[in-house]
């Protein structure tokens, strides 16, 4: 069987890629030092060939050869795509998991790794530890022709964005809509449908995406989550944050083509 390996080595949120603006790609050797490597995923090509996936953090003592460079995680979902994004997010969570849970939280016994998954065990209690999801959500609220946006305050100058926010405990994905939009703006909405998700490494979120009418009320921000919100018409919208495959940009895309495709008012 003839095996090829694809290594996502990540450093301070940037992952090593091969320097080839013809081809940007993960390295397929193991050309740098690195601290941890973990097992991600094999994938079976076909009946003489599989590919395997590791990821690994880079020592920072490690000089980067001259054919490798770190970028941005966040550049990697425009450079990369799906499903090497999502890789990518599963690298940073495994990574992080296995760097923060190297004592137990209950007793401050040494954990242990379970090799053949991802769980991490008390040498003395026996408690586990297992990489951790986030779900958050997001919602694109629609009034008529306009959608609504808002900035938070550590966005780019003149950006905006959709309501976001985390599931809290003891919540309902839909009750934490309806909480994170009546806390951020005031409004009430309604004929919640449920669009996507996507994986999110900043930490470790898994965005649940929705779509929703707007109900009543009126659009009060409230500044302490955001800078500013408003409802904005699909051809005159304002700039968006970067990655344009991330799933706030699928949301708005998708609302401004559902208002192009409207047939004219007879
Ligand atoms: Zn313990």
């Known amino acids: 069987m003839l095996k090829s390996i694809d290594w996502l080595v990540i450093q301070n949120g940037c992952l090593l890629i091969v320097k080839n603006p013809a081809l940007i790609?993960?390295?397929?050797?193991?050309?740098?030092?690195?601290?941890?490597?973990?097992?991600?995923?094999?994938?079976?090509?076909?009946?003489?060939?599989?590919?395997?996936?590791?990821?690994?953090?880079?020592?920072?003592?490690?000089?980067?050869?001259?054919?490798?460079?770190?970028?941005?995680?966040?550049?990697?979902?425009?450079?990369?795509?799906?499903?090497w994004f999502n890789h990518i997010v599963k690298a940073c969570s495994i990574i992080n998991w296995d760097k923060n849970h190297q004592y137990c939280g209950r007793c401050g016994g040494k954990t242990i790794r379970e090799s053949s998954h991802f769980e991490r065990i008390c040498s003395a209690c026996t408690l586990p530890f297992y990489p951790r999801i986030s779900p958050s959500?997001?919602?694109?609220?629609?009034?008529?022709?306009?959608?609504?946006?808002?900035?938070s305050y550590h966005f780019a100058p003149g950006t905006y964005g959709l309501i976001a926010?985390?599931?809290?405990?003891?919540?309902?994905?839909?009750?934490?809509?309806?909480?994170?939009?009546?806390?951020?703006?005031?409004?009430?909405?309604?004929?919640?449908?449920?669009?996507?998700?996507?994986p999110w490494p900043f930490p470790d979120s898994l965005m649940l995406a929705f779509t929703a009418q707007y109900a009543s009320g009126t659009l009060t921000v409230n500044t302490t989550e955001l800078e500013e919100a408003n409802w904005y018409r699909f051809d005159h919208l304002p700039g968006r944050p970067g990655a344009h495959l991330s799933i706030a940009n699928q949301l708005i895309d998708h609302f401004i083509k559902s208002q192009q495709n409207k047939p004219p008012i007879a």
Do not use: W
Request: aromatic share 4%.
């Open 25 to 83: 790609h993960v390295p397929t050797t193991q050309d740098v030092s690195v601290i941890k490597t973990h097992f991600l995923r094999q994938e079976i090509l076909n009946e003489s060939e599989n590919n395997q996936i590791y990821c690994a953090e880079l020592d920072t003592a490690c000089n980067i050869p001259a054919n490798l460079t770190l970028i941005p995680l966040r550049q990697t979902l425009a450079l990369l795509g799906t499903p």
């Open 165 to 198: 926010g985390f599931v809290e405990i003891g919540e309902s994905v839909e009750e934490a809509v309806h909480r994170e939009v009546i806390e951020e703006t005031g409004i009430t909405i309604k004929n919640i449908q449920y669009f996507g998700s996507q």
């Open 137 to 151: 959500i997001i919602v694109l609220i629609q009034r008529s022709d306009q959608l609504l946006m808002a900035r």
